[in-house]
């Protein structure tokens, strides 16, 4: 009897229980919701000015790890692109910009100061703090936020959480949990978790097909 | 525990200031100290033989710390201006001096004869007039305790230095080759000047005294009544009126009959001290013998010798005392018998010496001239440079003259805590070489006084000490008062004293001078206290009571009024009521009441180490009995700095306690506010800071929580596919990259432009290859740099990239050569980034020194992502280096969700029995999931029976155990593992600073082996012990490739005929030996360059090596 069922779900997070699966295939989706599913973060910097007392490398960190509203399949990864530019094209990367100067008094930088050229990749939310200003300061810099995996770095991770819990091996009972970072929809963590899953299986089986149509082309030659 | 007066400590700490100690010392000596000194000079008299004069010295005034630029004009200055110009922060000296003829004033003029450093926020300080608020517009951390001061732009401490305690006699025995001898010890002081007295009675009884300056032992009687005391009776009622105390004497007196009055004692010395001399002559030595050498602190005048035999006396008394039996020999380490001398007192000393080189100088060169007399003469003939350089010579090298080294040290400014704990830091002048187990030992008397935990491991263990937070550094009181305070009190006089008191009452000391007797010493030792409680006398007084076991030996009360005690503050108990109620505290708490007012009613005391053994103390105000003294304020405050930031400390292994307080000075944190404008060479600091969610009281107290040294990890105890045996820990690469454990590092790196005699000078350029400059880097290293010179801000830099293009002239002139034809060369003396190093260039400042030169600092910083091989700690001494960053997906997880920042081996557990970790672990999860701070004050901290239900109230278990799955395969973990919450510190040691390979590089111009050290490239030694296991192992080729081949393999000629070294001719186009001539027959060798070397040396020496070479088969 095998069975999944959606225990809880709501934007942020899901939960699942799956029954009769073997272990290693939940365990490859809660790994892949936190290092495989592609999502947009601002990756280049160029710093026109800073002047505040946070050194470059921080401050850019900080933009760094954002999190992004990223709709599935929108964009490309940089090295996939066809555009094979450093700079990338609109199908690779959305440029971002922050201009912000301290006119007349203390003032905290936040997420929502980020101007995004994209209506839809944007801060996931207005109030992250980046950096406070004393009067006079200014930053201007404009970013370039790409699609890419928590592999690579965790500002790419979709999830948060990830979990796999055991309820009862003897009947591969097992539950899936994944809290979203706000990028993407838990469910579409899930479901991209899946493909990808899918798709390297796919691209397995094509290694192995091909491998095997070697053999038998080598043997027939022979 | 119910003991809450904690408010009390916060109270006095937070109104006193982590560095009063220097602070009131300093302030003791600009304003009596310097006067004292300047007064025992009083008048320097110029004999000359035509119109002989004096100068009469009088008050001396301390002007505003300022320097004197090159154009002689003075600029106000502050620490900051000092740190950043590499200046000296001081202030100048200006003495009163009058010129007096006939005793007429004929002028009268301030003059400045040097400057004294100045320390920082003490009362001349500039920045003792800034209030708190504006500190940071001024470029100051308002945090910054200030105690040290600021020599050619770096920081220096005078650390407190322990010495036994001055004018008191102690006593004690020693075995020499099998007999015992038994001494009595005096350190008599005044300021700056310092001279021991010794007692000792030898084996057939007889005692002689050792006195400075004297080559020859002094037999007691004689010096007695070389002092002035006649008669055989009035010597030994001086001693002691006890007929068992007088028996004793009978030797002492027996061995210098023939000596009958003072005039034969005077002589009897001076014969002995300078035999051979004039006995005018004699007579003169012997007398300043015994005013000036003999017990200074009595006075060095003839009329204060009667007081001297009576002081002598005392201490015979006290040494045949201990040979009868009647009393114990003193405790050296007992706190009560020492001082700690902080930079008041060391500078007094020093300054002492550099104004009577002064005066002498200044004597010699007016006798000299033998101008006219007046006050610009006098001005002409002082030299400001005689006292301001000693004095910045000495706290800049540490060096104290007279073998005295290490005196000052660098302030330490890797963090908040390590530069507080610095300045609480105490030395012992006992030699580190030798064992001196006493004297490292924990002693009861350190009880509120030095830290039980914080010392160095090794060769300083013990001697270096830490002052525990509650104690508080006695200054010096009027004696006169108290001695007045006395007689009103019924003190008899020693002149009025009858026998029957002398010998049955008790003797009175103030500050180790015998003013009289009283018949009962407890009473009066009681009345003293009361009158000291009611504000009549000063709180810093010590009153201690000395009786002893056997009921013959004299009772003796002391009171001391010297500085440099440690004094703790009690509360006072009233025949077992406690005084200090609920509502009190809460006047203390909401600042309505403070420590001091507690002191002034009485409610509370200081006490030093002598009167504590006077007390019955109780810990906790439910032990409190009728017999009780004195209630303890605060237990945990008898810890330091370093220990007390420690949560739990008393559930871990005490030595682990002490590591850990070692370890928190290497800890990287938030140091300062002022990052930016500090221009320290090395410094760190982390971008992430968190203030420890399991805290200690005196966290907050010392501002440690606003300048936190760490962050609250996620810890997870767990073995971790070995990637954390042996002390590694596995750390989440996924927090890192989220910013966990980030640093800066910034170094400084100046360049000055020197101006050199001659009229040449260094230059700013960029150094070109057309300008005929020697040592030219070539052109890529320059690239960063300006039109000025130098590099240009957020520049990314590397290794050997030049920051400061300089060019100096050349370093000796050469003559003119005639057919030489490029002209005269420049030096490319270019800073360029260290070899190992690189980063971004930060801030460029550019300033003027005092010599006048453009001064150039650039800081470089580089970021520091945790990386493998970085080292971290937890609070409780368990350090371990990072052996693997594991990616989040492959961390184990909590059913939560919760991935461990930290996962530790649990083998680091069991043999160290740090369970206050695991304490840390519970209680900072319980405090993360309440959302509030955890008090781990040490004995008083919250119980984890209290954390428990937090625990349980958030659906954890109690035990701080969860299940976890291996994040790899999702399998659950057949066990529970322990997880909770500790605060991680990075400390300083890092992979970037350490981390060094060579293949072939540098070689030593000597030598011609490969230079030593990661900064020089140098390789790596291959030493005895590997060339053994290469021999043992038969490997010749792999030996004679790393000794020879790799190393210093050189071709040289010897003379086969004669042995000697040969050489080749290059004009004769020949093979030479200069012993043999034509008869030479010269051959080439590969020997180690070493070797040749060697062959040479020899040669210089006179001694011919040779070397006979045989055909090989």
């Known amino acids: ?222 | 525990m119910e003991n809450n007066y904690w408010p009390i400590i916060y109270d006095l700490l937070q109104r006193e200031g982590i560095a009063r100690q220097h602070l009131t010392s300093y302030n003791e000596f600009i304003e009596y100290g310097l006067q004292s000194i300047i007064d025992e000079v009083g008048e320097i008299e110029i004999e000359n033989a035509e119109y002989p004069y004096k100068i009469r010295l009088g008050r001396v005034k301390l002007q505003q710390p300022g320097v004197m630029e090159l154009d002689g004009s003075i600029t106000r200055t502050t620490p900051l201006e000092a740190r950043l110009r590499n200046i000296t922060y001081s202030s100048p000296i200006m003495l009163e001096c009058e010129v007096v003829e006939d005793n007429k004033i004929i002028e009268l003029k301030y003059i400045h004869i040097g400057d004294l450093p100045v320390m920082v926020k003490s009362n001349i300080c500039v920045l003792n007039s800034i209030p708190e608020n504006n500190l940071l517009e001024n470029g100051e951390d308002p945090r910054d305790p200030g105690g040290y001061f600021i020599i050619n732009g770096s920081e220096k401490v005078i650390i407190g230095l322990e010495d036994l305690s001055y004018n008191k006699i102690i006593v004690g025995k020693e075995e020499v080759s099998g007999s015992i001898v038994y001494s009595a010890k005096i350190y008599s002081s005044i300021v700056g000047y310092r001279a021991k007295l010794e007692l000792i009675m030898k084996k057939d009884g007889d005692i002689v005294a050792k006195i400075p300056n004297s080559p020859v032992d002094i037999p007691l009687i004689v010096l007695m009544r070389a002092l002035g005391l006649e008669s055989d009776k009035d010597i030994a009622d001086a001693i002691s009126v006890k007929t068992e105390i007088q028996d004793e004497l009978e030797t002492s007196f027996e061995n210098v009959q023939d000596i009958t009055n003072t005039r034969e004692a005077i002589a009897y010395i001076s014969k002995r001290i300078a035999p051979g001399m004039l006995e005018e002559f004699q007579i003169r030595r012997a007398e300043t013998l015994l005013d000036w050498s003999l017990l200074p602190h009595l006075g060095k005048n003839v009329e204060n010798r009667i007081e001297k035999a009576l002081f002598i006396g005392e201490a015979a008394c006290k040494l045949i005392e201990l040979k009868l039996g009647w009393i114990e020999q003193d405790d050296k380490d007992h706190y009560g018998n020492k001082v700690i001398k902080f930079a008041g007192h060391m500078l007094a000393d020093l300054f002492r010496t550099a104004f009577r080189n002064l005066v002498r100088d200044m004597k010699y060169q007016l006798e000299r001239s033998g101008q006219k007399r007046g006050i610009n003469t006098v001005m002409a003939a002082v030299r400001p440079g005689i006292i301001t350089d000693k004095l910045n010579n000495a706290i800049a090298t540490g060096n104290w003259g007279r073998g005295r080294v290490g005196v000052t040290q660098l302030l330490d400014r890797t963090n908040y805590l390590s530069t507080i704990s610095h300045l609480r830091r105490i030395q012992s002048p006992l030699s580190r070489s030798q064992p001196n187990f006493e004297a490292r030992e924990l002693h009861p008397t350190h009880f509120g006084r030095i830290c039980p935990s914080e010392t160095p491991e090794g060769a300083n263990c013990g001697l270096v000490k830490n002052l525990a937070l509650s104690a508080v550094i006695s200054v010096s009181v009027h004696t006169a008062e108290i001695i007045e305070k006395l007689y009103e009190l019924g003190v008899i006089h020693i002149n009025d004293a009858s026998n029957e008191i002398k010998a049955n009452g008790c003797k009175i000391f103030v500050d180790g001078r015998l003013i009289g007797f009283t018949a009962d010493g407890v009473s009066l030792a009681n009345k003293l206290r009361f009158l000291r409680r009611n504000n009549k006398i000063h709180p810093h007084t010590s009153i201690a009571y000395s009786q002893y076991n056997n009921p013959n030996a004299t009772k003796r009360l002391y009171i001391n009024c010297n500085a440099g005690r440690i004094l703790r503050p009690l509360i006072v108990l009233n025949n077992g009521k406690n005084p200090i109620d609920d509502k009190m505290l809460e006047k203390i708490i909401k600042k309505n009441l403070s420590w001091e007012d507690l002191l002034e009613m009485g409610m509370i005391e200081l006490i030093d180490a002598n009167e504590e053994e006077n007390c019955y103390i109780a810990l906790s105000p439910s032990q409190i009995t009728e017999k009780h003294t004195h209630l303890e304020i605060f237990p945990s405050a008898i810890l330091g700095v370093a220990a007390s930031l420690i949560p739990y400390p008393e559930h871990n292994q005490s030595p682990r306690n002490t590591y850990e307080s070692a370890m928190a000075k290497q800890s990287l944190g938030f140091s300062t506010p002022v990052m930016n404008f500090n221009s320290y060479v090395r410094q760190h600091f982390m971008v992430y800071p968190q203030v420890p969610l399991v805290n200690t009281k005196a966290l907050s107290l010392l501002g440690l929580n606003d300048r936190p040294t760490g962050q609250n990890c996620i810890v997870a105890v767990l073995s971790y596919e070995c990637y954390n045996i042996e002390d590694a820990i596995v750390v989440n690469k996924s927090s890192v990259e989220r910013g966990l454990a980030r640093s800066f590092f910034y170094r400084v790196y100046e360049g000055e432009a020197k101006q050199y005699p001659g009229g040449m000078k260094d230059n700013f350029e960029i150094p070109s290859v057309d300008d005929n400059i020697r040592g030219f880097r070539g052109e890529r290293v320059y690239r960063l740099l300006e039109s000025d010179g130098v590099v240009m801000s957020e520049a990314v830099v590397e290794g050997g990239d030049i920051l400061i293009g300089r060019t100096s002239p050349p370093r000796f002139i050469e003559e003119y050569k005639e057919f030489e034809t490029r002209g005269p060369y420049r030096r490319d003396t270019s800073i360029g980034v260290r070899p190992s190093e690189n980063g971004v260039v930060d801030s460029v400042i550019m300033t003027q020194s005092t010599d006048g030169g453009k001064l150039y600092k650039v800081r470089v910083r580089d970021m520091r992502i945790p990386e493998i091989g970085d080292k971290f700690a937890s609070r409780h001494g368990q350090k371990g280096v990072i052996g693997m960053l594991m990616k989040q997906e492959d961390m184990p997880y909590t059913e939560d969700g919760i991935v461990p920042d930290v996962i530790i081996n649990p083998h680091a557990f069991p043999s160290r029995m740090t369970v206050g970790q695991f304490m840390e672990s519970l209680t900072g999860k319980a405090a993360a999931l309440a959302g509030r701070f955890v008090d781990g004050t040490a004995f008083v901290g919250e119980k984890s029976e209290d954390i428990k239900p937090i625990l349980e109230r958030y659906g954890f278990k109690h035990t701080g155990k969860e299940i976890m799955y291996d994040g790899r395969t999702g399998k659950k973990f057949p066990v529970d593992v322990f997880i909770g919450v500790v605060y991680y510190q990075k400390l300083h040691h890092m992979v970037a600073d350490k981390i060094h390979a060579r293949a072939r590089g540098q070689v030593q111009m000597l030598t011609k082996q490969p230079t030593e050290g990661r900064a020089r490239g140098g390789g790596l030694r291959f030493g005895e012990m590997e060339r053994d296991c290469l021999i043992a192992y038969g490997a010749s080729m792999v030996l004679k490739d790393r000794l020879l081949e790799e190393s210093d393999k050189s071709d040289i000629l010897v003379c086969e005929r004669c042995g000697l070294l040969a050489y080749y001719d290059m004009k004769q186009r020949k093979y030479t030996c200069r012993i043999c001539g034509d008869k030479a027959k010269v051959s080439p060798i590969i020997v180690a360059y070493a070797f040749k070397l060697l062959l040479q040396e020899m040669l210089s020496l006179n001694i011919a090596p040779r070397v006979i070479i045989k055909d090989k088969v």
């Open chain 1, 1 to 222: 009897m095998r069975s999944v069922d959606i225990i809880k779900e709501s934007d942020e997070s899901i939960s699942l229980r799956f029954l009769g699966f073997p272990r290693q295939y939940i365990n490859t989706l809660r790994r892949f919701a936190l290092n495989e599913v592609p999502i947009m973060a601002v990756d280049d910097v160029v710093l026109h000015y800073n002047s505040s007392p946070m050194h470059d490398e921080i401050l850019v960190h900080r933009i760094g790890l954002i999190p992004l509203k990223t709709e599935i399949g929108r964009f490309v990864s940089a090295d996939e692109c066809s555009c094979k530019s450093n700079l990338g094209c609109s199908k690779c990367r959305v440029m971002i910009y922050l201009d912000v100067e301290a006119k007349d008094k203390t003032r905290q930088v936040l997420s929502s100061d980020i101007v995004s050229e994209d209506d839809i990749v944007k801060p996931i939310s207005p109030n992250i703090p980046i950096v406070i200003l004393a009067k006079g300061q200014k930053i201007k810099l404009e970013g370039y936020a790409r699609l890419g995996s928590g592999k690579m770095h965790a500002k790419w991770q979709a999830a948060t959480v990830s979990v796999l819990k055991e309820v009862d091996t003897s009947k591969d009972e097992y539950i899936l949990n994944i809290e979203s970072v706000g990028s993407l929809t838990s469910r579409e963590i899930l479901l991209e978790s899946v493909r990808i899953l899918v798709e390297k299986l796919k691209s397995f089986e094509n290694s192995i097909n091909k491998l095997r149509e070697e053999k038998e082309y080598a043997k027939s030659t022979m």
